[in-house]
Structure formats: C-alpha cells, structure tokens
C-alpha cells in the first residue's frame, strides 16, 4: 500500500492546483488548461512563463510573481504540458510585447512548445524561448537530446522575470535569460526512490547503504552508484563536477542548495555549510545563497547544487526584488 | 479485403485502451529502467480520455474522429507521447476526407502517415530507439505486402510482426532521443517502452481488423 495524501490519483494535478490558488489568492488558474496566472497584468511588459510536468513542486507555479513568472503550464506527472494548454497561458499574459518560454531540455518539452509556438505566432504574438540544460551529470551534445534542464531554471526564472520587470524588450529578456542558462551548471545526487500517484512502487531502488550520484529530477538513472559519503564528500563531488566543466575561480556566483523533496532542511543546510568551505578554498564569492526546496522530485530524498555564474548584469538581475510564493526577495 | 467503418475504430480503439491497461506493470517496469516510469500513466490517462469522449464522436466524420483523437491524445497525455501520437492522427486526418471506411489500400498509406509524422515532429531516425523502431518497420511490411498483391490478411500479420520485431530490435540500439539517451550506457539491453507500446496498438489493430474480417466473412457464407 502507498501512503499519500490525495483522493483519486488521476485528480492530484488538478487538486494540488486548486489548493495551490486557494493558498495564494493573487494567482488565478484556469481549470481546463491547467495554467496558472498572475492576476495583475502590466501593460507592455514582456510576459514570462514556465512549462514543465507536475511533481516538481514549488516548480513551476511557486514562481509566479511580480519581478519573476507571470504564468506556469503544468503538465501531467513528470510529463510535458501539451500545445493547447501552453497557448492559452501564452495568450493569457501577452499583452503585446510578446512572451519567453523558459524551458527545460526534454524532447516532450520541446515537441509541445514547437506547436505551441507556431499556433501563437499564427495569432500575431512573438513568442521566444530559452532551454536551460544546466545538468552537468549528462554529457552535452547536440546530436542526441543531451543534458537535462534541472534546478538551475530557477536562476533562469528570476533573471528573466528581472529583466522582464525592467521594461526591457523581448529580444533583451531573451539575451538575459539565455546568458543565464549559459552560465548556469547543476549537479545532483539521490538517496532514495519516488513513487508516482498511481503507481504501486518505486521506479527504481537503491540499497540501504546506496547513493547514485547524476541522477535526474525525475528518477532517471545517474552516472554513479556509491556508497554512503559524509557532507564534506559530496560538496566536493557535486562542486568538482561542475567546476569540471565551467571555471568559476575568482568569480562571484549565486548558490542553490536544493532539496529533491525527501531531505530535511537541516542535512541540505549541513550540505551549504560543506560546499562553502570548497567555495573559499576555491576563492569563488557566493553572491547569494538559496537553501531549500526548490525543484523536487515528489518525495524523492537528495539533493542538488546549482552555481550561477555572476556579471554586473546578472547580480544585479538577481539581486532585484521579487514576490513569488516560492522566492521573494525585497 | 475490409472495411474499418468509423465505429469500428471506436472499438479498436477500446480494445487497445484494455491492452494498454492490462500490461500496467510490464510497461511501468521497462520505463522505469531506462526512463522516469511514467509512460504507463500517461498512455492510460490518454486512452481513458480517448474512451470517454468518443461517445460524443457519434456524428462526427472519419476525418473528424482521427482529428478528435489528435487533440484529445496531444492534450491528455501530454508529454512526448501525446504530441507524437497527436502528430501522427492529425497527419493522416486528411487521408480520410470523404471516406466512409478505411480499406486495405488506404490502411498502408495511413500506417506511412503515422511513420512519416512521428520521424518528423520528432525529429527522429530509425534506430534512434523510439516508437519509430516499431511503427516504420509496420508500415513497410504493409507496404511490401500490398505491393506484392498479398490478401489483406497476409498484410496485416506481416505488419504486426514487424511491430513486434522492431520493438524487440530496440533492445541492441543505443539510445539518441529522450531520457533513455541519459544512461552512460545509453540503455543498450533495454526495450524501448514507447516502441513495446506502439507495438501493442498495432498487434492489437491487425488482430482486431483479422476477427473482425473472419467474422463478416463467416456472415457472408451464412447468407450463401
């Protein structure tokens, strides 16, 4: 028997949204669509929207707000929204400045948003989008579908909702967005499965002493099964693995430590406390530290670390105030 | 030679949605060794979807129905499931303008539609270890069996063959698109479960059109 708090499995995107709108009543949500929206809209501004599958909670409705997200697709669990409900969230928030997509690199992700975008622009409304594959557990390439878009996005969502908020053009939201993404590097790491409503059992298992290192938000296998490490271990695995592949000595940097939705804040804020030792050794200056659940994996117990890589723009980008029920910053 | 009316897809249809959720853990289980285990989940919740509207789809054309279908299937399930399957009934929608019934001819060239529609909007080739790995297979066999004047019935089960061939044949491939292209080893020893499971419709609508053809057949002998 699984233990969770729902009524009919087929209902839980549906019931998690409506108590999602009740608890924040500035948003408002469209039942059929599954698109969640700000209220207020600005005239003029360049609308910026999320799309992802459910059971990433906060992600991506938690991110609706002044300064970040006007409006969240979700789509069914771990799976991509269609085109029909990412168009009515497009048509929902353009108010003439066109609208970014900011997106995940999953090929459902990707398919969906094509034909969403294609039926928008039929309507007159410029549509752009930014892919962030932050996840440095998956090789880059661009012949086959490559690396995954993890928790990093949420760097994303603020920079672009920043920029957004500034007055600034499509193009420009774009250009800031996607410097972002590029600068943008996460790594993870599971301690145990998650069970999909629905289903009867978990879609993979780990040993009892077992830990798989690179392993994805929705329970794709990673690079890596080991055994248990301490904090100060796995700072240093997650930290290497990323610095393998961007250079962030001497640099400023804004940090997520980020919990996958199984694991206490207080072993992800050990974990802060370990990577910051890493951090001086490596002169890297953390800007600013997020620490908490921000992209999870239903109950899944884990975590990952994401570094985004500072310039004057992006500081000050991220440093600029929000209101989202998962992210303020005054 | 046959006839596949309108409300004998309907019936296809929710003969498919039973094979599809009576194998609830053998696909769960492929899906999660390569995937994210939700493939299952989201192919059932279309295929209810699928059920339940279609008793609304009483009136509507045969072009109309695969349309239906398309959006109901991309919307429901979302996903890259939805939109391929979605891309794939809205592809050959056009196929079935004026058309009363889908025969033996016409059979091929929608089961090409599917192929076509689903490399393209996924940008995928054969042998990327995709639902591609079953359907393209399919649809030449067909093909091939029409273009050698075989009966109807020798069409069919040579395309389900190589259905269920070329999703067996996903097992060797190395993975290029979706989570499965993840693993280091790129889930070389794994069935493709979008591949089991386009195999499974397929199987499930040649045996269904095979029944069915015997059973006019045997009403034909009857009024004999």
């Known amino acids: ?330 | 030679m046959f006839h596949l009316y309108k409300e004998d897809y309907l019936r296809y249809l929710a003969k498919a949605a039973g094979v599809i959720r009576g194998n609830k853990e053998y696909i769960t289980e492929l899906d999660s060794a390569t995937g994210d285990g939700d493939h299952w989940l989201n192919l059932t919740i279309g295929f209810e979807k699928l059920l339940e509207k279609s008793k609304e789809w009483e009136s509507v054309t045969y072009q109309e129905l695969f349309q239906n279908i398309a959006m109901t299937m991309m919307s429901a399930m979302g996903g890259s499931s939805g939109v391929l399957y979605g891309s794939a009934y809205l592809k050959t929608a056009g196929l079935l303008e004026n058309r009363e019934s889908i025969d033996q001819g016409l059979l091929g060239e929608i089961l090409q539609g599917w192929a076509e529609a689903i490399r393209s909007r996924g940008n995928a080739e054969l042998g990327y270890k995709t639902m591609l790995d079953a359907v393209y297979p399919a649809a030449s066999a067909y093909a091939k069996g029409l273009e050698e004047g075989k009966d109807s019935g020798e069409c069919l089960r040579q395309m389900a063959r190589a259905a269920r061939e070329g999703a067996e044949s996903t097992r060797d491939m190395e993975a290029v698109k979706g989570r499965a292209s993840y693993r280091e080893d790129k889930s070389v020893g794994f069935l493709d479960p979008g591949a089991v499971t386009m195999a499974m419709q397929l199987e499930c609508l040649a045996d269904f059109i095979l029944e069915e053809d015997k059973a006019s057949a045997a009403k034909d002998s009857k009024q004999i």
Request: hydrophobic share 40%.
């Open chain 1, 1 to 330: 028997m699984v233990k969770k708090i729902m009524n009919e499995p087929q209902n839980i995107v549906d019931e998690m949204l409506e108590g999602f709108v009740f608890a924040h009543p500035e948003l408002q949500w469209f039942r059929e669509h599954r698109v969640v929206s700000l209220k207020e809209k600005k005239k003029g501004k360049v609308g910026v929207m999320s799309v992802g599958g459910s059971g990433h909670e906060p992600a991506h409705a938690g991110y609706i707000g002044k300064g970040m997200l006007d409006a969240a697709v979700a789509g069914n669990l771990f799976a991509s929204p269609s085109p029909d409900q990412m168009l009515k969230a497009i048509e929902d928030i353009d108010t003439g400045a066109g609208v970014l997509v900011v997106l995940k690199n999953y090929s459902g992700d990707l398919m969906n948003f094509s034909i969403a975008k294609e039926l928008a622009e039929a309507q007159g409304i410029s549509v752009e989008s930014v892919v962030v594959k932050d996840d440095v557990a998956v090789p880059d390439s661009t012949y086959s579908t490559g690396r995954r878009g993890i928790a990093g996005t949420v760097f994303v969502h603020k920079i672009a909702g920043a920029r957004a908020a500034e007055g600034a053009d499509l193009t420009q939201v774009k250009r800031s967005a996607q410097k972002a993404a590029d600068n943008v590097r996460s790594m993870g790491m599971s301690m145990s499965a998650c069970i999909l409503p629905g289903l009867d059992k978990p879609g993979f298992s780990l040993g009892e002493d077992e830990i798989e290192i690179g392993m994805g938000i929705h329970g794709e296998p990673g690079i890596q099964k080991s055994g248990v490490k301490t904090a100060d271990e796995l700072a240093e695995i997650l930290l290497e693995k990323i610095m393998e592949d961007l250079d962030y000595r001497s640099c400023e940097a804004a940090l997520m430590i980020n919990g996958l939705g199984g694991t206490p804040l207080m072993e992800l804020y050990v974990l802060a406390a370990s990577v910051k030792k890493l951090l001086v050794q490596k002169e890297i200056c953390a800007c600013r530290v997020y620490v908490g659940n921000y992209m999870t994996s239903l109950e899944m117990a884990g975590c990952s670390l994401s570094m985004l890589k500072l310039d004057d723009e992006l500081k000050r980008l991220l440093q600029a105030p929000c209101a989202s029920p998962a992210m303020t910053l005054q």
